[in-house]
Protein backbone atom coordinates (compact mmCIF):
# COMPACT_ATOMS: atom_id res chain seq x y z
CA UNK A 1 0.00 0.00 0.00
CA UNK A 2 1.07 3.20 -0.72
CA UNK A 3 2.58 5.27 2.01
CA UNK A 4 1.53 9.08 3.21
CA UNK A 5 3.36 12.15 4.07
CA UNK A 6 2.09 14.51 6.98
CA UNK A 7 3.83 17.65 7.67
CA UNK A 8 3.49 18.84 10.90
CA UNK A 9 3.08 17.20 14.00
CA UNK A 10 1.00 19.34 15.44
CA UNK A 11 -2.85 18.49 16.62
CA UNK A 12 -4.15 18.37 13.06
CA UNK A 13 -0.95 15.78 12.14
CA UNK A 14 -1.03 13.55 14.87
CA UNK A 15 -4.91 12.83 14.37
CA UNK A 16 -4.22 12.50 10.78
CA UNK A 17 -1.38 10.18 11.10
CA UNK A 18 -3.14 8.22 14.07
CA UNK A 19 -6.10 7.89 11.40
CA UNK A 20 -4.15 6.50 9.04
CA UNK A 21 -1.86 4.26 10.94
CA UNK A 22 -5.37 2.09 11.87
CA UNK A 23 -6.54 1.99 8.98
CA UNK A 24 -3.26 0.06 8.07
CA UNK A 25 -2.00 2.83 6.01
CA UNK A 26 2.22 3.88 6.29
CA UNK A 27 2.96 7.40 7.64
CA UNK A 28 5.85 9.71 7.24
CA UNK A 29 5.22 12.45 9.89
CA UNK A 30 7.82 15.43 9.51
CA UNK A 31 7.84 18.13 12.64
CA UNK A 32 10.69 20.64 12.65
CA UNK A 33 10.57 21.05 16.21
CA UNK A 34 13.11 21.10 18.31
CA UNK A 35 15.71 21.61 15.28
CA UNK A 36 13.69 24.68 14.07
CA UNK A 37 11.56 26.44 16.62
CA UNK A 38 8.22 28.13 16.04
CA UNK A 39 8.48 30.90 18.66
CA UNK A 40 5.40 29.83 20.68
CA UNK A 41 6.03 26.36 21.22
CA UNK A 42 8.19 25.39 24.09
CA UNK A 43 9.03 21.65 23.89
CA UNK A 44 9.31 19.11 20.99
CA UNK A 45 6.01 17.19 22.13
CA UNK A 46 3.31 15.96 19.46
CA UNK A 47 0.34 18.26 19.83
CA UNK A 48 1.82 20.70 22.03
CA UNK A 49 -1.05 23.38 23.17
CA UNK A 50 -0.01 26.73 22.67
CA UNK A 51 -2.45 29.21 23.38
CA UNK A 52 -4.86 28.24 26.21
CA UNK A 53 -5.11 24.80 27.41
CA UNK A 54 -8.81 24.56 27.08
CA UNK A 55 -11.04 22.45 24.56
CA UNK A 56 -14.03 24.27 24.93
CA UNK A 57 -17.45 23.00 26.58
CA UNK A 58 -18.38 19.93 27.00
CA UNK A 59 -22.42 19.98 26.32
CA UNK A 60 -23.29 18.99 23.44
CA UNK A 61 -25.56 21.91 23.67
CA UNK A 62 -22.68 24.13 22.78
CA UNK A 63 -21.04 24.08 19.35
CA UNK A 64 -17.82 23.52 20.57
CA UNK A 65 -19.16 20.36 22.46
CA UNK A 66 -20.92 19.08 19.88
CA UNK A 67 -17.99 19.06 17.80
CA UNK A 68 -16.60 16.98 20.79
CA UNK A 69 -18.92 14.83 20.48
CA UNK A 70 -18.80 14.21 16.15
CA UNK A 71 -15.35 13.75 16.47
CA UNK A 72 -16.22 10.79 19.31
CA UNK A 73 -18.32 8.98 16.73
CA UNK A 74 -16.19 9.36 14.02
CA UNK A 75 -13.19 7.80 16.01
CA UNK A 76 -10.95 10.72 17.21
CA UNK A 77 -8.10 9.18 18.54
CA UNK A 78 -6.55 12.70 20.13
CA UNK A 79 -10.33 13.74 21.63
CA UNK A 80 -10.13 10.24 24.01
CA UNK A 81 -6.22 11.51 25.02
CA UNK A 82 -7.99 14.91 26.00
CA UNK A 83 -10.31 13.02 28.16
CA UNK A 84 -7.55 10.99 29.66
CA UNK A 85 -5.31 13.71 30.33
CA UNK A 86 -8.05 16.49 31.92
CA UNK A 87 -7.82 18.85 34.13
CA UNK A 88 -10.86 20.45 36.58
CA UNK A 89 -12.42 23.10 34.81
CA UNK A 90 -16.10 22.84 35.65
CA UNK A 91 -18.08 22.04 32.03
CA UNK A 92 -15.04 22.61 29.69
CA UNK A 93 -12.47 20.04 28.71
CA UNK A 94 -9.66 21.55 29.48
CA UNK A 95 -6.30 19.42 30.01
CA UNK A 96 -2.71 19.13 31.43
CA UNK A 97 -0.47 20.46 28.40
CA UNK A 98 2.52 18.65 29.58
CA UNK A 99 0.82 15.33 30.02
CA UNK A 100 -1.33 15.50 26.91
CA UNK A 101 1.57 16.56 24.61
CA UNK A 102 3.45 13.93 26.56
CA UNK A 103 0.48 11.10 25.13
CA UNK A 104 0.24 11.44 22.01
CA UNK A 105 3.84 11.77 21.40
CA UNK A 106 4.30 8.52 23.08
CA UNK A 107 1.06 6.75 21.11
CA UNK A 108 2.77 8.11 17.67
CA UNK A 109 6.20 6.49 18.45
CA UNK A 110 4.94 3.35 19.53
CA UNK A 111 2.60 3.38 16.76
CA UNK A 112 4.86 0.77 13.82
CA UNK A 113 2.35 2.26 10.77
CA UNK A 114 3.90 6.08 11.45
CA UNK A 115 7.99 7.01 11.32
CA UNK A 116 8.30 10.53 13.37
CA UNK A 117 10.92 12.64 11.18
CA UNK A 118 12.47 15.50 12.97
CA UNK A 119 13.49 17.31 10.06
CA UNK A 120 12.21 20.86 8.00
CA UNK A 121 10.36 19.94 5.02
CA UNK A 122 10.45 23.30 2.74
CA UNK A 123 8.70 22.76 -0.61
CA UNK A 124 5.52 20.63 -1.04
CA UNK A 125 6.62 16.97 -1.88
CA UNK A 126 5.04 14.88 -4.40
CA UNK A 127 2.59 11.85 -3.64
CA UNK A 128 0.14 11.43 -1.17
CA UNK A 129 0.81 14.36 1.47
CA UNK A 130 -1.76 16.10 4.15
CA UNK A 131 -0.48 19.40 5.29
CA UNK A 132 -0.84 19.99 8.96
CA UNK A 133 1.49 22.77 9.50
CA UNK A 134 -0.90 25.40 11.32
CA UNK A 135 -0.74 28.63 11.40
CA UNK A 136 2.96 28.50 12.42
CA UNK A 137 4.12 27.28 8.78
CA UNK A 138 8.16 28.21 8.27
CA UNK A 139 8.51 30.78 5.64
CA UNK A 140 10.02 28.20 3.23
CA UNK A 141 7.22 25.93 3.24
CA UNK A 142 4.63 29.05 3.18
CA UNK A 143 6.36 30.08 -0.18
CA UNK A 144 6.09 26.84 -1.73
CA UNK A 145 2.08 26.57 -0.39
CA UNK A 146 1.99 30.28 -1.96
CA UNK A 147 3.19 29.22 -5.21
CA UNK A 148 1.11 25.72 -5.54
CA UNK A 149 -2.25 28.06 -4.71
CA UNK A 150 -1.10 30.81 -6.77
CA UNK A 151 -3.62 33.00 -4.18
CA UNK A 152 -2.60 35.48 -2.09
CA UNK A 153 -1.35 33.67 1.64
CA UNK A 154 -3.29 35.42 4.38
CA UNK A 155 -2.45 35.37 8.19
CA UNK A 156 -3.68 37.13 11.52
CA UNK A 157 -2.28 37.39 14.91
CA UNK A 158 -2.47 35.71 17.45
CA UNK A 159 -1.51 35.65 21.50
CA UNK A 160 -0.90 33.70 24.44
CA UNK A 161 -1.80 34.41 28.08
CA UNK A 162 0.48 34.42 31.13
CA UNK A 163 0.89 31.47 33.42
CA UNK A 164 0.92 32.21 37.34
CA UNK A 165 2.16 29.88 40.05
CA UNK A 166 -0.62 28.91 42.18
CA UNK A 167 1.93 29.38 45.32
CA UNK A 168 1.82 33.21 44.86
CA UNK A 169 -1.88 33.52 44.85
CA UNK A 170 -3.29 35.43 48.00
CA UNK A 171 -6.68 33.20 48.98
CA UNK A 172 -7.29 35.84 51.60
CA UNK A 173 -8.61 37.75 48.22
CA UNK A 174 -8.75 35.14 45.53
CA UNK A 175 -11.63 32.42 46.01
CA UNK A 176 -12.66 29.08 44.42
CA UNK A 177 -16.13 28.44 41.94
CA UNK A 178 -16.69 27.83 38.70
CA UNK A 179 -20.10 30.33 36.89
CA UNK A 180 -23.04 29.58 38.55
CA UNK A 181 -21.40 27.27 40.72
CA UNK A 182 -22.01 24.47 37.74
CA UNK A 183 -19.77 21.27 38.41
CA UNK A 184 -16.42 21.76 40.54
CA UNK A 185 -15.50 25.15 41.80
CA UNK A 186 -12.14 24.69 39.23
CA UNK A 187 -11.78 28.28 38.59
CA UNK A 188 -9.68 30.69 40.67
CA UNK A 189 -11.31 33.59 41.10
CA UNK A 190 -9.74 37.63 41.75
CA UNK A 191 -12.62 40.29 42.45
CA UNK A 192 -12.60 43.71 41.97
CA UNK A 193 -14.37 46.92 43.38
CA UNK A 194 -14.91 49.91 40.88
CA UNK A 195 -11.73 51.43 42.01
CA UNK A 196 -9.93 48.59 41.76
CA UNK A 197 -11.20 47.90 38.56
CA UNK A 198 -10.94 51.35 37.53
CA UNK A 199 -6.94 51.69 38.44
CA UNK A 200 -6.09 48.14 36.51
CA UNK A 201 -7.93 49.55 33.46
CA UNK A 202 -5.80 52.91 33.28
CA UNK A 203 -2.60 50.70 33.48
CA UNK A 204 -3.47 48.72 30.94
CA UNK A 205 -4.88 51.13 28.47
CA UNK A 206 -1.31 53.15 28.90
CA UNK A 207 0.86 50.16 28.77
CA UNK A 208 3.86 50.14 26.66
CA UNK A 209 3.26 47.04 23.99
CA UNK A 210 6.11 44.88 22.23
CA UNK A 211 7.07 46.98 19.11
CA UNK A 212 5.97 44.66 15.73
CA UNK A 213 4.98 47.01 12.80
CA UNK A 214 3.21 43.96 11.08
CA UNK A 215 1.45 43.77 14.68
CA UNK A 216 0.44 47.69 14.13
CA UNK A 217 -1.58 46.89 11.37
CA UNK A 218 -4.29 44.99 13.55
CA UNK A 219 -4.84 42.02 11.84
CA UNK A 220 -5.95 40.15 14.80
CA UNK A 221 -8.58 37.09 14.58
CA UNK A 222 -11.46 38.97 16.60
CA UNK A 223 -12.17 35.59 19.21
CA UNK A 224 -8.40 36.45 20.14
CA UNK A 225 -7.93 39.46 20.70
CA UNK A 226 -5.05 40.73 22.80
CA UNK A 227 -6.84 41.99 26.04
CA UNK A 228 -5.36 45.59 25.74
CA UNK A 229 -6.80 45.86 21.98
CA UNK A 230 -10.78 44.71 23.94
CA UNK A 231 -10.07 47.13 26.58
CA UNK A 232 -9.72 49.76 23.89
CA UNK A 233 -13.26 49.52 22.61
CA UNK A 234 -14.63 51.16 25.65
CA UNK A 235 -14.15 51.27 29.60
CA UNK A 236 -16.47 48.54 30.53
CA UNK A 237 -15.87 45.92 27.29
CA UNK A 238 -13.49 43.93 29.81
CA UNK A 239 -16.77 43.51 32.27
CA UNK A 240 -18.83 42.21 29.53
CA UNK A 241 -15.96 39.69 28.15
CA UNK A 242 -13.27 38.02 30.48
CA UNK A 243 -13.87 39.61 33.11
CA UNK A 244 -17.60 39.67 33.11
CA UNK A 245 -18.33 38.85 37.09
CA UNK A 246 -22.06 37.68 36.59
CA UNK A 247 -22.61 34.22 38.88
CA UNK A 248 -19.32 34.24 40.43
CA UNK A 249 -19.69 35.54 44.22
CA UNK A 250 -17.26 34.66 47.16
CA UNK A 251 -19.27 33.05 49.24
CA UNK A 252 -17.22 34.18 52.27
CA UNK A 253 -18.34 37.75 51.31
CA UNK A 254 -21.53 37.10 49.38
CA UNK A 255 -21.20 40.36 47.61
CA UNK A 256 -21.26 40.78 43.51
CA UNK A 257 -18.03 41.98 42.42
CA UNK A 258 -17.58 44.59 39.93
CA UNK A 259 -15.46 42.51 37.49
CA UNK A 260 -13.23 39.18 38.13
CA UNK A 261 -10.39 37.70 36.63
CA UNK A 262 -10.47 34.18 35.99
CA UNK A 263 -7.62 31.91 36.14
CA UNK A 264 -7.83 28.02 34.94
CA UNK A 265 -5.97 25.27 35.74
CA UNK A 266 -3.08 24.52 33.64
CA UNK A 267 -1.16 21.44 34.15
CA UNK A 268 -2.03 17.91 35.75
CA UNK A 269 -0.05 19.18 39.36
CA UNK A 270 -2.26 21.70 39.88
CA UNK A 271 0.63 24.34 40.32
CA UNK A 272 0.25 26.36 36.96
CA UNK A 273 -2.56 28.13 36.43
CA UNK A 274 -3.47 30.54 33.74
CA UNK A 275 -5.04 33.91 33.05
CA UNK A 276 -8.80 33.24 31.23
CA UNK A 277 -9.09 35.71 28.76
CA UNK A 278 -5.43 37.73 29.11
CA UNK A 279 -3.78 37.46 25.62
CA UNK A 280 -1.76 40.05 25.29
CA UNK A 281 1.11 41.70 23.65
CA UNK A 282 2.13 43.89 26.34
CA UNK A 283 6.12 44.24 27.37
CA UNK A 284 7.03 41.80 30.05
CA UNK A 285 7.25 44.50 32.85
CA UNK A 286 4.35 46.19 32.13
CA UNK A 287 2.60 42.35 31.88
CA UNK A 288 4.25 42.78 35.61
CA UNK A 289 2.28 45.70 36.28
CA UNK A 290 -1.09 44.85 35.32
CA UNK A 291 -1.03 41.21 36.70
CA UNK A 292 0.29 42.55 40.11
CA UNK A 293 -2.41 45.40 40.42
CA UNK A 294 -5.15 42.43 40.38
CA UNK A 295 -5.94 41.86 43.59
CA UNK A 296 -4.73 38.38 44.76
CA UNK A 297 -2.10 38.23 42.47
CA UNK A 298 -0.02 41.39 43.82
CA UNK A 299 3.02 39.26 44.53
CA UNK A 300 2.18 36.47 41.95
CA UNK A 301 4.90 34.54 40.22
CA UNK A 302 4.51 34.62 36.68
CA UNK A 303 6.23 31.53 34.85
CA UNK A 304 5.83 32.56 31.52
CA UNK A 305 4.80 36.34 30.39
CA UNK A 306 2.12 36.37 27.14
CA UNK A 307 3.49 36.72 23.69
CA UNK A 308 2.03 37.68 20.02
CA UNK A 309 2.58 35.33 16.73
CA UNK A 310 1.80 35.56 13.19
CA UNK A 311 -0.62 32.67 11.81
CA UNK A 312 -0.81 31.80 8.51
CA UNK A 313 -3.85 30.42 6.48
CA UNK A 314 -4.93 29.42 2.83
CA UNK A 315 -7.91 30.73 1.52
CA UNK A 316 -10.14 27.20 1.86
CA UNK A 317 -12.51 28.29 -0.62
CA UNK A 318 -10.17 28.73 -3.35
CA UNK A 319 -8.17 26.19 -2.83
CA UNK A 320 -10.47 23.34 -1.10
CA UNK A 321 -13.01 20.32 -2.07
CA UNK A 322 -14.92 19.85 1.71
CA UNK A 323 -12.89 16.68 1.82
CA UNK A 324 -9.67 18.99 2.29
CA UNK A 325 -8.70 17.53 -0.76
CA UNK A 326 -7.06 20.15 -2.81
CA UNK A 327 -9.33 21.13 -6.22
CA UNK A 328 -5.77 20.99 -8.59
CA UNK A 329 -4.17 17.67 -7.17
CA UNK A 330 -5.04 14.46 -6.30
CA UNK A 331 -3.86 13.24 -3.36
CA UNK A 332 -2.64 16.49 -1.71
CA UNK A 333 -4.65 17.87 1.33
CA UNK A 334 -4.23 20.53 3.78
CA UNK A 335 -5.90 19.97 7.42
CA UNK A 336 -6.01 21.88 10.49
CA UNK A 337 -5.81 25.47 11.03
CA UNK A 338 -4.12 26.44 7.78
CA UNK A 339 -7.10 25.75 6.45
CA UNK A 340 -8.81 28.69 7.81
CA UNK A 341 -10.58 27.04 11.11
CA UNK A 342 -9.72 28.38 14.45
CA UNK A 343 -9.77 26.61 17.81
CA UNK A 344 -8.06 23.33 19.02
CA UNK A 345 -11.06 21.35 18.72
CA UNK A 346 -11.33 22.09 15.53
CA UNK A 347 -7.62 21.70 14.38
CA UNK A 348 -8.05 17.61 15.20
CA UNK A 349 -11.61 17.47 13.79
CA UNK A 350 -9.70 18.59 10.49
CA UNK A 351 -7.06 16.05 10.84
CA UNK A 352 -9.50 13.22 11.67
CA UNK A 353 -11.52 14.26 8.55
CA UNK A 354 -8.37 14.34 6.47
CA UNK A 355 -6.77 11.10 7.75
CA UNK A 356 -9.74 9.23 6.98
CA UNK A 357 -10.32 10.94 3.46
CA UNK A 358 -6.71 10.11 2.57
CA UNK A 359 -7.22 6.24 3.39
CA UNK A 360 -10.41 6.14 1.70
CA UNK A 361 -8.33 7.95 -1.44
CA UNK A 362 -5.87 5.50 -1.29
CA UNK A 363 -8.03 2.65 -1.09
CA UNK A 364 -9.73 3.45 -4.22
CA UNK A 365 -12.50 4.58 -2.10
CA UNK A 366 -14.61 8.15 -2.95
CA UNK A 367 -14.16 10.52 -0.32
CA UNK A 368 -16.87 11.81 1.43
CA UNK A 369 -18.45 15.66 2.61
CA UNK A 370 -20.38 15.37 5.69
CA UNK A 371 -23.94 16.90 5.97
CA UNK A 372 -24.53 20.14 6.77
CA UNK A 373 -26.91 19.64 9.50
CA UNK A 374 -23.32 18.08 11.29
CA UNK A 375 -20.98 20.32 13.07
CA UNK A 376 -17.62 19.45 11.37
CA UNK A 377 -20.08 19.16 7.99
CA UNK A 378 -20.96 22.87 8.57
CA UNK A 379 -17.85 23.97 9.32
CA UNK A 380 -15.74 22.39 6.07
CA UNK A 381 -18.35 22.88 3.65
CA UNK A 382 -18.13 26.86 5.29
CA UNK A 383 -14.55 27.61 4.81
CA UNK A 384 -14.51 25.97 1.07
CA UNK A 385 -17.76 27.66 -0.06
CA UNK A 386 -17.15 31.19 -1.52
CA UNK A 387 -20.94 32.39 -0.98
CA UNK A 388 -20.26 33.73 2.65
CA UNK A 389 -17.64 35.99 0.79
CA UNK A 390 -19.79 37.10 -1.46
CA UNK A 391 -20.53 41.02 -1.42
CA UNK A 392 -22.01 43.48 -3.44
CA UNK A 393 -19.83 46.76 -4.31
CA UNK A 394 -21.96 49.77 -3.26
CA UNK A 395 -20.27 51.88 -5.88
CA UNK A 396 -21.06 49.82 -9.07
CA UNK A 397 -23.01 46.73 -8.28
CA UNK A 398 -20.55 44.85 -9.12
CA UNK A 399 -19.67 40.94 -7.22
CA UNK A 400 -16.47 41.05 -4.94
CA UNK A 401 -14.98 38.99 -2.85
CA UNK A 402 -14.19 39.34 1.07
CA UNK A 403 -11.07 38.26 2.26
CA UNK A 404 -11.52 35.34 4.29
CA UNK A 405 -11.33 35.23 8.20
CA UNK A 406 -10.65 32.11 10.25
CA UNK A 407 -13.90 30.74 11.96
CA UNK A 408 -14.54 28.87 15.26
CA UNK A 409 -17.08 26.27 15.18
CA UNK A 410 -21.04 27.89 16.02
CA UNK A 411 -24.66 27.59 15.32
CA UNK A 412 -25.04 30.12 12.57
CA UNK A 413 -23.44 27.66 10.52
CA UNK A 414 -25.27 24.93 10.48
CA UNK A 415 -28.15 23.72 8.37
CA UNK A 416 -31.21 25.68 9.68
CA UNK A 417 -33.90 23.53 11.48
CA UNK A 418 -38.14 23.98 11.63
CA UNK A 419 -39.19 24.36 14.99
CA UNK A 420 -42.73 23.34 16.07
CA UNK A 421 -45.54 26.03 15.38
CA UNK A 422 -45.76 25.44 19.63
CA UNK A 423 -43.16 26.37 20.51
CA UNK A 424 -41.55 29.74 20.82
CA UNK A 425 -39.45 31.29 17.59
CA UNK A 426 -36.55 32.89 19.98
CA UNK A 427 -36.38 29.75 22.60
CA UNK A 428 -32.04 29.58 21.83
CA UNK A 429 -31.75 26.45 24.00
CA UNK A 430 -34.77 24.77 22.76
CA UNK A 431 -33.38 25.14 19.56
CA UNK A 432 -29.53 24.55 20.20
CA UNK A 433 -31.10 20.81 21.43
CA UNK A 434 -32.72 20.35 18.77
CA UNK A 435 -30.18 21.28 16.68
CA UNK A 436 -27.68 19.20 18.46
CA UNK A 437 -29.97 15.88 18.71
CA UNK A 438 -30.36 16.02 14.82
CA UNK A 439 -26.48 16.23 14.48
CA UNK A 440 -25.57 13.44 16.46
CA UNK A 441 -28.61 11.12 14.93
CA UNK A 442 -27.45 12.29 11.14
CA UNK A 443 -24.08 11.80 11.90
CA UNK A 444 -24.88 8.31 13.40
CA UNK A 445 -27.02 7.48 10.13
CA UNK A 446 -23.94 9.02 7.78
CA UNK A 447 -21.13 6.65 9.68
CA UNK A 448 -23.41 3.66 9.01
CA UNK A 449 -23.94 4.84 5.51
CA UNK A 450 -20.74 4.79 4.43
CA UNK A 451 -19.10 2.06 7.04
CA UNK A 452 -17.65 4.69 9.03
CA UNK A 453 -16.37 2.67 11.97
Known amino acids: MQEVIIIGAGLAGSEAALQLAKRGVKVKLYEMRPNKTTGAHTT???????????????????????????????????????????????????????????????????????????????EIPEGNTIIATGPLTSDKLAKSIQNFTKTEHLHFFDAIAPIIEIDSINFDKAFWASRYDKGEASYINCPMSKEEYENFYNILINAPRIENHEVDKKEFFESCLPVEVLASRGVDTLRFGPMKPVGLIDKRTGI??????????????????????????????AQKELVHSIPGLENANIVRYGVMHRNTFINASVVLNPTFETKERKGLFFAGQITGTEGYTESIAGGLLAGINMARHIKGEELFTLPKETMLGALTNYITDKAHLEHLSKRDGSLRYLPPQPI???????APIDLPNNLPRKNKKLKTELLAKRAIETMEEFIKQHRLY
Open 44 to 122: SDCAEFVCSNSLGSSDITNASGLLKREMELLGGELIKLAKENSVPAGNALAISRKDFSHAVTERILNETNIELIREEVE
Open 256 to 285: ENYAVVQLRQDNSAKTLFNLVGFQTNLKWS
Open 408 to 414: NSNWAIV
